[in-house]
């Protein structure tokens, strides 16, 4: 990513929503279905909000699609923030792939859906997105939230997909190299942006899913189930 890194230490976080609705589990759905979170969900994004607790932030930047917006909201509440929506922030467009189910893709398309990331950077799927142009979309976000804050913490509360095109953007790799990163619902990632280092960009925090409490069970990273796009 050619961007203009800014003269201040920047914390940014990326966190990917929480579970959405089973039945849209092992589906693309993408930025073309506004699903909703599942029960399950709904406590990834409380244990989300717990875990931030009253730490530094300073700013929540938020998908515009309804699972992104629902994990949001209880840290929004319990900060007194008010969440700024960018429209790039929205998943990835799986064109035709959308509402199949990920066994599906092989034998419709005669592609492994496990190369979804390597899709993209060849191309992209059919009237969906390529990499080139998500990069186009989600570049200009990074810039903006970068400018927009120095010396402060940041949260984006977005997609899968797109907490692995800002790392792309930011680690200047290929797309494709994503697939080496695990995103689980309800995951943060947070990363130090030191402009005085000669790599400015540094993961600090990978995946790390906090706990969530149920009904006195103990929801841990290892039950988490692989989820839809």
Same mark, same amino acid.
């Given at each position: 990513? *050619? !961007? *203009? ?13 929480? %579970?959405?609705? !089973? ?16 029960? &399950?969900? !709904?406590?990834?994004?409380?244990? /989300? ?7 530094? =932030? ?7 699609? *309804?699972?992104?917006?629902? &994990? ?6 319990? +900060? ?5 929506? $960018? ?13 199949? +189910? ?14 979804? /990331? ?10 969906? %997105?390529?990499?080139?142009? /998500?990069?186009?979309?989600?570049? #200009?976000? @990074?810039?903006? @939230? ?15 997909? @797109? ?9 200047? /790799? ?15 990632? $947070? ?5 005085? *280092? ?5 993961? %600090?925090? =990978?995946?790390?899913? #906090? ?19």
């Amino acid at each position: 990513m *050619k !961007h *203009k890194i800014p003269k201040h230490p920047t914390r940014l976080y990326l966190i990917r929503h929480g %579970e959405v609705d !089973h039945r849209y589990h092992q589906i693309f759905g993408g930025g073309r279905i506004d699903m909703d979170l599942s029960e &399950t969900g !709904h406590f990834h994004a409380a244990a /989300l909000a717990d875990w931030f607790g009253d730490g530094a =932030l300073d700013r929540v930047y938020v998908s515009p699609m *309804k699972r992104a917006a629902q &994990t949001a909201d209880p840290l929004l509440r319990a +900060r007194g923030l008010e969440g700024t929506v $960018m429209e790039g922030l929205r998943e990835v467009d799986f064109g035709d792939w959308t509402g199949y +189910r990920w066994s599906d893709i092989q034998d419709r398309f005669g592609i492994a859906a496990f190369d979804w /990331l390597e899709v993209l950077e060849r191309g992209g799927i059919a009237n969906g %997105e390529s990499a080139n142009e /998500l990069r186009a979309r989600v570049e #200009p976000c @990074i810039q903006s @939230i970068m400018d927009e804050n120095a010396h402060r913490s940041v949260a984006v509360v977005c997609h899968g997909g @797109i907490v692995r095109v800002m790392l792309a953007l930011l680690l200047e /790799l290929p797309l494709s190299h994503m697939a080496h990163f695990n995103v689980d619902y309800g995951s943060v990632t $947070m990363l130090e942006i030191q402009p005085h *280092k000669k790599h400015a960009v540094e993961i %600090e925090l =990978l995946n790390f899913c #906090p706990s969530v409490d149920r009904d006195g069970t103990r929801i841990h990273a290892s039950e988490r189930a692989l989820g839809a796009k």
